[in-house]
């Protein structure tokens, strides 16, 4: 049996993971070598690192060294890609999110 490039993709589990905090981050890259194509939706196109906040109210270091883009820390993982958006709905019957 042939399958073709289209048949092949299609027959991945695909992962929506859901905001770009610690725990889609990390859930994320878990998955970096399981056979998913995983979906990360977030309001935001970075992850901001919250526990360093204080340093960037003080002047200490800039903004953009606790806020990288989301892309950009997942930009080595094959299997994944990130969308900005809002999540309204997520339909468990017909899998829609």
């Known amino acids: 049996?042939?399958?073709?490039?289209?048949?092949?993709?299609?027959?991945?589990?695909k992962v929506v993971v859901i905001g770009?905090?610690?725990?889609?981050?990390?859930?994320?890259?878990?998955?970096?070598?399981?056979?998913?194509?995983?979906?990360?939706?977030?309001r935001t196109t970075h992850h901001l690192f919250q526990p360093m906040l204080y340093q960037v109210a003080t002047g200490i270091i800039s903004e953009g060294?606790?806020?990288?883009?989301?892309?950009?820390i997942l930009r080595k993982q094959a299997n994944a890609k990130v969308l900005m958006?809002?999540?309204?709905?997520?339909d468990l019957e017909n899998k829609v999110v």
């Open 1 to 13: 049996m042939v399958m073709s490039k289209e048949t092949a993709v299609s027959t991945r589990h």
């Open 20 to 42: 770009s905090g610690f725990g889609g981050l990390f859930s994320t890259q878990h998955l970096k070598k399981a056979d998913v194509d995983v979906t990360l939706i977030a």
């Open 65 to 72: 060294e606790i806020a990288p883009a989301t892309r950009v």
């Open 85 to 90: 958006g809002n999540v309204e709905k997520i």
